[in-house]
């Protein structure tokens, strides 16, 4: 059975990244980093890759460490 995030952690995430922006694009900056390089140094195919695999890998490191 797949675990849910509540309503009111949705809701309290949704207001932080509104509230303040610049705080979630510097937490994330890291891997957008490295997404332009590897798109530099090998194309765009393989940063798409990238980048689904760093989303799907934080929704599982989010999932393990709620559970």
């Not at 809701?11 to 390089?37: D, E, N, T, Y």
């Not at 140094?41 to 599982?60: D, E, N, Q, S, Y």
Request: charged share 15%; glycine share 14%; aromatic share 6%.
């Amino acid at each position: 059975m797949a675990k849910e995030i509540d309503r009111q952690r949705a809701r309290g995430a949704l207001a932080v990244i509104k509230q303040h922006p610049g705080m979630v694009l510097f937490a994330v900056s890291p891997v957008l980093l490295v997404v332009g390089l590897v798109w530099w140094l090998l194309g765009a195919g393989w940063a798409m890759a990238l980048l689904v695999a760093a989303l799907v890998g934080g929704g599982v490191a989010v999932l393990r460490t709620r559970g």
